[in-house]
T-cell receptor, first 110, second 112 residues
Framework: DMKVTQMPRYLIKRMGENVLLECGQDMSHETMYWYRQDPGLGLQLIYISYDVDSNSEGDIPKGYRVSRKKREHFSLILDSAKTNQTSVYFC?????????FGEGSRLIVV | GDSVTQMQGQVTLSEDDFLFINCTYSTTWYPTLFWYVQYPGEGPQLLLKVTTANNKGISRGFEATYDKGTTSFHLQKASVQESDSAVYYCALNVGDNSKLIWGLGTSLVVNP
């Protein structure tokens, strides 16, 4: 069964703190994604990774960076979190043209 | 550019009602079209997909037909249940592009 795991599931951070969201998949999928989901805005693509150390900006990359040192892991990093980065973040991996999503990480920045 | 439009932000129905969620798309390429469903507290998951080759997708009682003439890919279900309450996303993929183009989602609420 294809599974994408996100950690942590819930996180509260103060403005200016660093945030690390981690994502793992055990299917050896090459392509992985980070999205954020906000009410009324749907799913917005932050970054896409085509394989280890092969990452591209999505539609809203500002304020975020990513790291992919192993095919199975894809991290999203917020350096100096801002209140407008409060959101639910989803990681996904791709098999064929189907995306498999994790359960999400809810980040609150206060 | 490529785009997907879901005009209905929320649909409220009673059990056993007929469901129709509107989705239209725009692309100059041959698309693969998707419906994803997101249940509360979960990530989106694929409900069904259709290519220009197979025209119609059916899954779990839902169906969607790709209509090139009207560039539409509406989602239908004959009789909804309370457990169908979720957010439904229409999405578009063209060629070998890794990016999906997403609609804004339609929240379905089914009352018992």
């Amino acid at each position: 069964d294809m599974k994408v795991t996100q950690m942590p599931r819930y996180l509260i951070k103060r403005m200016g703190e660093n945030v690390l969201l981690e994502c793992g998949q055990d299917m050896s999928h090459e392509t992985m994604y980070w999205y954020r989901q906000d009410p009324g805005l749907g799913l917005q693509l932050i970054y896409i990774s085509y394989d280890v150390d092969s990452n591209s900006e999505g539609d809203i990359p500002k304020g975020y960076r990513v790291s992919r040192k192993k095919r199975e892991h894809f991290s999203l990093i917020l350096d100096s979190a801002k209140t407008n980065q409060t959101s639910v973040y989803f990681c996904a991996s791709r098999s064929g043209n189907t995306l498999y999503f994790g359960e999400g990480s809810r980040l609150i920045v206060v | 550019g490529d785009s997907v439009t879901q005009m209905q932000g929320q649909v409220t129905l009673s059990e056993d009602d007929f469901l129709f969620i509107n989705c239209t798309y725009s692309t100059t390429w041959y698309p693969t079209l998707f419906w994803y469903v997101q249940y509360p507290g979960e990530g989106p998951q694929l409900l069904l997909k259709v290519t220009t080759a197979n025209n119609k997708g059916i899954s779990r009682g839902f169906e969607a037909t790709y209509d090139k003439g009207t560039t539409s890919f509406h989602l239908q279900k004959a009789s909804v249940q309370e457990s169908d309450s979720a957010v439904y996303y229409c999405a578009l993929n063209v060629g070998d592009n890794s990016k999906l183009i997403w609609g804004l989602g339609t929240s379905l609420v089914v009352n018992p």
